[in-house]
């Protein structure tokens, strides 16, 4: 169950290769959470972190991406939603791409806003969005020009579901692959990363809130997602349908990007526990067989981490609590006190797991299997910080509700 048996989208030989300290996408690089390449892991952790440039830059949980000297966030003001490239060294704008982006917002998720939610996707010298209400763009990322839109309301009765689109497009070659539509008909679809035209659609299930990733098992391409029921897995290449495990969460909120070692996937969900299947070749097709289940943790809208052997995460169990699981057993190696945050986006960067509350909390923790080993807590935002951090090398990018911060550790 090598990582080099994981080939996810981004690393792709037809672009250029990343700088080490880029986050060009949802979890990074490989869409994995782990920041790879720069150096050894830091041997201490300042007692505070220095603020440099803060911006305003609208509402929303998309997350920053950074690429050599600039950083794009993805954010509404007013009525529209913005794509905006800023100086990473300033905070500068650059360019601003807008569109206009009416959407009303789901009473029960009020408190969330009206996005947008799904990260932006850079690849190839494109910047790939997708909008709370199902608005699929294509943008130039060096000049903010648009290259093409996809509303989408002439496909699908619902654009979006119940409370607004939050996958964020995967890359993969010259196909855009995103969960479109909502819940009275949807599609996990690629579309042609120059002109938006459709290329295939899996039409049996509709969205739901988890992003898609690229992964070969069994020595076949695949996109691994959530959909509104099911953990599924579709052909990279034509959409056709592979393996789909059944996962159904209450109001349909499957929100947990699932994780890809080998033919082993890794999934959860709000009050289903932690789970991971083999994706086996089984006559003419593909199966799933149980490896192992864990119903002490859950993942609600965070998605855990792989770090050697070892499963990091936010379960929403005692109204947050942090947790580490062996990945090869599925044993409980510890559990952290309550009541650590409604949520928390984890990403691991020199030698450290980061742990970002939607409280404003940053934890630096250790990444120990034998305990819940926490370094430092910063306070980085004084409004909720639902978008995952951008770690650039001693540098982090963080988007509370309407701005967008860099933080330096020195």
Do not use: C
């Not at 048996?5 to 030989?13: E, Q």
């Not at 947990?256 to 097709?285: C, E, M, N, Q």
């Not at 960067?349 to 980061?354: E, H, K, R, T, V």
Request: glycine share 10%.
């Amino acid at each position: 169950m090598s990582h080099s048996r994981v080939v996810l989208a981004f690393l792709l030989s037809a672009a250029p290769p990343l700088a080490a300290q880029d986050w060009p996408q949802w979890r990074g690089p490989a869409r994995d959470g782990l920041v790879a390449g720069l150096g050894a892991p830091r041997a201490s952790w300042p007692q505070a972190l220095q603020k440099g440039w803060s911006v305003a830059v609208g509402e929303g949980h998309a997350s920053p991406l950074v690429a050599g000297d600039r950083v794009y966030v993805f954010a509404r003001q007013g009525d529209q939603e913005i794509l905006s490239a800023l100086e990473a060294a300033t905070g500068k704008i650059a360019w601003r791409q807008a569109g206009p982006a009416p959407y009303t917002v789901n009473p029960a998720a009020a408190g969330h806003g009206k996005g947008p939610k799904a990260t932006p996707t850079l690849a190839q010298g494109r910047i790939f969005t997708l909008g709370i209400s199902g608005i699929l763009s294509g943008v130039d990322a060096a000049t903010g020009k648009l290259l093409w839109r996809l509303p989408l309301n002439d496909r699908f009765p619902e654009t979006s579901p119940a409370f607004g689109a939050a996958n964020s497009p995967v890359v993969d070659a010259e196909r855009v692959i995103v969960f479109v539509g909502g819940a009275k008909g949807g599609a996990l679809a690629a579309f042609d990363a120059k002109t938006g035209k459709a290329l295939w659609s899996w039409k049996d299930d509709g969205p739901a809130y988890a992003s898609p990733i690229v992964a070969e098992i069994a020595g076949v391409r695949q996109v691994v997602t959530q959909s509104q029921s099911f953990v599924v897995g579709v052909a990279a290449e034509t959409g056709a349908l592979l393996w789909k495990i059944p996962l159904t969460t209450a109001y349909e909120q499957n929100s947990v990007t699932p994780i890809v070692r080998g033919d082993v996937v890794f999934y959860s969900g709000l009050d289903k526990g932690l789970h991971a299947a083999r994706i086996v070749k089984k006559d003419a097709g593909f199966a799933s067989e149980r490896v192992w289940d864990n119903d002490e943790v859950a993942g609600y809208m965070s998605t855990p981490i792989l770090v050697g052997d070892v499963l990091y995460g936010h379960s929403h169990k005692k109204k947050g609590q942090f947790f580490a699981v062996d990945a090869r057993t599925g044993k409980t190696l510890w559990l952290s006190e309550g009541r650590q945050g409604d949520n928390a986006a984890l990403v691991s960067a020199q030698g450290a797991l980061l742990m970002l509350t939607t409280e404003s909390t940053l934890l630096v923790a250790k990444p120990d299997p034998a305990a819940f080993s926490v370094v430092r807590s910063y306070t980085v935002a004084d409004t909720p910080t639902w978008a995952h951090p951008a770690p650039s090398g001693n540098r982090l990018f963080i988007k509370d509700k309407e701005t967008l911060t860099l933080w330096k550790i020195e």
